[in-house]
Nanobody, 126 residues
Framework: QVQLVESGGGLMQAGGSLRLSCAASGRSFSNRAMGWFRQAPGKEREFVAT????????TYATFVKGRFTISRDNAKNTVALQMNSLKPEDTAVYYC???????????????????WGQGIQVTVSS
């Protein structure tokens, strides 16, 4: 069983930066790919970024490329999302997600993630 707790969200002006962090409990953190997703009001949950178990491979949604960076620290069981050049359309609840153990490769599919955090609000004002 894996528990995920997000932190670092809040209110930011357009053009600013925020750093989200996700702390994971449980074993085999480095044997799981991790991901960040987001959900805006009235919209479906969408993929933002993913990182492989080793941290050597990352994939990003087109709309965040060049602005967001995903990283992980396997010694501390944490994954982070550095968000720069924020836009009002980045406003959403952001979720940290973990794949099942031994699923180390990246994935952009919601259905490939077995564990989810409660989510954290990010609001970007214009």
């Amino acid at each position: 069983q894996v528990q995920l707790v997000e932190s670092g969200g809040g209110l930011m002006q357009a053009g600013g930066s925020l750093r989200l962090s996700c702390a994971a409990s449980g074993r085999s953190f480095s044997n799981r790919a991790m991901g960040w997703f987001r959900q805006a009001p009235g919209k479906e949950r969408e993929f933002v970024a993913t990182i492989s178990g080793s941290g050597g491979s990352t994939t990003y949604a087109t709309f965040v490329k060049g602005r967001f960076t995903i990283s992980r620290d396997n010694a501390k069981n944490t994954v982070a999302l550095q968000m720069n050049s924020l836009k009002p359309e980045d406003t959403a609840v952001y979720y940290c997600a973990a794949r099942s153990v031994s699923s180390t490769v990246v994935s952009s599919s919601v259905n490939d993630y077995a564990y989810w955090g409660q989510g954290i609000q990010v609001t970007v004002s214009s």
